[in-house]
Every structure is written in structure tokens, then in C-alpha cells.
């Protein structure tokens, strides 16, 4: 089974920068569909992002469009979620996810695989 783990989060002004990082251990991510997902306070969970396992195609939600961007490193079984340009309403905890069947789905039941997430607070 596959364990994901996230890290990078952390408190941060607003208009600043952070990088997240989801690494896995006990399986390969290299032919998964990575998504990133953020809760915040009294929330529901929401899409933030995927990327398909090639990595050669990226899909972003529109609150994060053009600030966001997700890469990864299936060398490093590693994937990465730069956040540039935060805004106070980015506060949320993060979660990675995999998705084992390579689907690009905005939807959590697609994921088969979560970490345990990592807080992002942007004050004002």
C-alpha cells in the first residue's frame, strides 16, 4: 500500500510563496494521476489540482489558476505543489492523493490513495 506523505506547509504573508511536497514510499507513483486537494475551517474538501502521470498534462482549479502549479519527479517518487501569489482565503490544510486508475478526475472518489495533509496558513 502505498503511503503518502505531504510536508512544505507553514505560515506565510500574503503575496508570498510555498512548495509543497508529497513523497510516497511502499509503491510507485510514476504511473498514477497526482492530485492536490485543500480543505479550510468548516469546508468542504476541494480540488486544487492534478497532474497526469506522464506529467505532460496539468489541470488546475480556477481559484488557483495561473498561481499554482504542479509538477513531479517519478525518480524521486515525489510530487510538488508551488503555490506563488498566496491569498489569505488559501488557508487550508493541503492533501496529495493518488489515483491508481490514471483518470483525470476533480473528484476525491477517484483517488485511491491520501496523505495526511499539511497546514497552509496565509495571513493578511
Known amino acids: 500500500q502505498v503511503q503518502l506523505v505531504e510536508s512544505g506547509g507553514g505560515l506565510v504573508q500574503a503575496g508570498g510563496s510555498l512548495r509543497l511536497s508529497c513523497a510516497a514510499s511502499?509503491?510507485?507513483?510514476?504511473?498514477?494521476?497526482m492530485g492536490w486537494f485543500r480543505q479550510s475551517p468548516g469546508k468542504e474538501r476541494e480540488f486544487v489540482g492534478l497532474?497526469?502521470?506522464?506529467?505532460?498534462?496539468?489541470y488546475y482549479a480556477d481559484s488557483v489558476k495561473g498561481r499554482f502549479t504542479i509538477s513531479r519527479d517519478n525518480a524521486k517518487n515525489t510530487v510538488y505543489l508551488q503555490m506563488n501569489s498566496l491569498k489569505p482565503e488559501d488557508t487550508a490544510v493541503y492533501y496529495c492523493?493518488?489515483?491508481?486508475?490514471?483518470?483525470?478526475?476533480?473528484?476525491?472518489?477517484?483517488?485511491?490513495?491520501w496523505g495526511q495533509g499539511t497546514q497552509v496558513t496565509v495571513s493578511s
Open positions: 497532474i497526469r502521470w506522464s506529467g505532460s498534462s496539468t
Open positions: 511502499g509503491g510507485a507513483l510514476s504511473r498514477s494521476t
Open positions: 492523493a493518488a489515483d491508481y486508475q490514471r483518470s483525470a478526475s476533480a473528484y476525491e472518489s477517484a483517488y485511491d490513495a
